[in-house]
C-alpha cells in the first residue's frame, strides 16, 4: 500500500506570494492532518479535514487555510507568505477521526520565504 | 503552554543497551499517546503507540510505558541500534486527531 505523498517536495516563494501545497493520503483513510515544524516552534498542528469538512483547527492566523476533496486527497493554502511562514508543511493521514489511531506521516513539503 | 514536554534535549548510549526516552504531559484529558521517529527534512515515522486504559504497550524492539498518575510515558528500546539514531518525538491526543508533539529528544547510538 502507497503512503502519504505530499508535492512539491520543496518550494521558495517571496513574501506577499501565495502557495498551495498538495497531499495524498493512504488509500482508505480520510483523515488528513496538517502540521507545520519549525525549528522555534517544533510541530504544530494546523487544522484537520475528514469526509471534505474541517474538524479541527489548530491556532494560526486565517492566512492557513485548507480543503479536502471527495477523493480525500487534501490541499493546503498560505496566502500573503510572510518570512515567517517558512517551515517545513507535514501531512498526515489516519483511518479513523477518533483520535485513538496511527497518523501516517508524508515526507512533508519544504517552504522557503524570501 | 507546553501541555507535551520532553525534558531531555539529547540522548547517547552505546550498541545494544537500553535507551530509556521520557515524556512529561500536563493534560489529563489525554487519552492516546505516540511515539514518532523522526529524521531531519522528513516526515516523522510512526513506532509504537498506547492507550490511556493499558499501561504498557510492546512491539519487538519498542515498549511504551505509561503511568497516568504520575502523567508520564517513556519509550524503551532494548537493544539499542545505530539505525536507531534520530529524534524521538512523543504526542498525545484526546478524542480527535489533533496531536500535540512534545519538542522531541536526540538519541544517538554510538556503535
Known amino acids: 500500500k502507497a503512503g502519504v505523498t505530499q508535492t512539491p517536495r520543496y518550494l521558495i516563494k517571496t513574501r506577499g506570494q501565495q502557495v498551495t501545497l498538495s497531499c495524498s493520503p493512504i488509500s482508505g483513510h480520510r483523515s488528513v492532518s496538517w502540521y507545520q515544524q519549525t525549528p522555534g516552534q517544533g510541530l504544530q498542528f494546523l487544522f484537520e479535514?475528514?469526509?471534505?469538512?474541517?474538524?479541527n483547527k489548530g491556532n494560526f492566523p486565517g492566512r492557513f487555510s485548507g480543503r479536502q476533496f471527495s477523493n480525500s486527497r487534501s490541499e493546503m493554502n498560505v496566502s500573503t507568505l510572510e518570512l515567517g511562514d517558512s517551515a517545513l508543511y507535514l501531512c498526515a493521514s489516519s483511518l479513523l477521526a477518533s483520535g485513538d489511531n496511527e497518523q501516517f506521516f508524508g515526507p512533508g513539503t519544504r517552504l522557503t520565504v524570501l | 503552554d507546553q501541555q507535551v514536554k520532553q525534558n531531555s534535549p539529547s540522548l547517547s548510549v552505546q550498541e545494544g543497551r537500553i535507551s530509556i526516552l521520557n515524556c512529561d504531559y500536563t493534560n489529563s484529558m489525554f487519552d492516546y499517546f505516540l511515539w514518532y521517529k523522526k529524521y531531519p527534512a522528513e516526515g516523522p515515522t510512526f513506532l509504537i503507540s498506547i492507550s490511556s486504559i493499558k499501561d504498557k504497550n510492546e512491539d519487538g524492539r519498542f515498549t511504551v510505558f505509561l503511568n497516568k498518575s504520575a502523567k508520564h510515558l517513556s519509550l524503551h528500546i532494548v537493544p539499542s541500534q545505530p539505525g536507531d539514531s534520530a529524534v524521538y518525538f512523543c504526542a498525545a491526543s484526546r478524542g480527535e486527531n489533533k496531536l500535540i508533539f512534545g519538542t522531541g529528544t536526540l538519541l544517538a547510538v554510538q556503535p
Open positions: 479535514y475528514f469526509s471534505e469538512t474541517q474538524r
